[in-house]
């Protein structure tokens, strides 16, 4: 195995990290995770996904924004994302990485409902240093199944 090779997949691990670093912020309901995985101006888009689902979610634009407005959204559900098939390809300091993420939501107070989703995610990242980060994500569905009105809290 080639020095070359280990170094692409030690890179392309790096990337991936930072999406697991974001999922399993909003798992733990760790804002720090949460925000240690994206840059100060990142954009975060869940229309296409929320569109599939029946209802409107504005597009978060800014580190802060992100991490309040998912915390607020999901403080009343348990969650679970699991990300699996990342395709990534690296260009210097940019990074595309392209992910499913199968994401479960069940509410703390009545554990017989939920609502799970398979979304794609289309993420782009940039190197700080020896860290990558989430400038944009955009999150569109496959399929759903279950009760979406567990996303609105009711």
């Known amino acids: 195995m080639s020095s070359t090779?280990?170094?692409?997949?030690?890179?392309k691990l790096a990337v991936v990290e930072a999406l697991y670093r974001f999922a399993a912020g909003i798992d733990l309901r760790d804002k720090d995770l949460l925000a240690s995985a994206l840059t100060e101006d990142a954009v975060s888009d869940f229309r296409p996904a929320a569109a599939k689902a029946g209802f409107e979610y504005p597009v978060l634009e800014g580190r802060d924004n992100i991490v309040t407005a998912l915390s607020n959204a999901l403080s009343q559900l348990d969650t679970t994302h699991s990300v699996s098939n990342p395709r990534i390809t690296v260009d210097g300091d940019t990074a595309?990485?392209?992910a499913l993420v199968?994401?479960?939501h069940v509410p703390r107070n009545d554990r017989s409902r939920h609502y799970l989703m398979k979304n794609?995610?289309?993420v782009e990242l940039v190197r700080r240093g020896e860290i990558w980060l989430i400038q944009r994500n955009t999150v569109d569905n496959v399929w759903l199944t279950g009760d979406p009105s567990v996303l609105s809290g009711v």
């Open 102 to 104: 199968e994401a479960q």
């Open 96 to 98: 595309h990485l392209e």
């Open 5 to 11: 090779y280990v170094e692409e997949t030690a890179v």
């Open 120 to 122: 794609r995610y289309n």
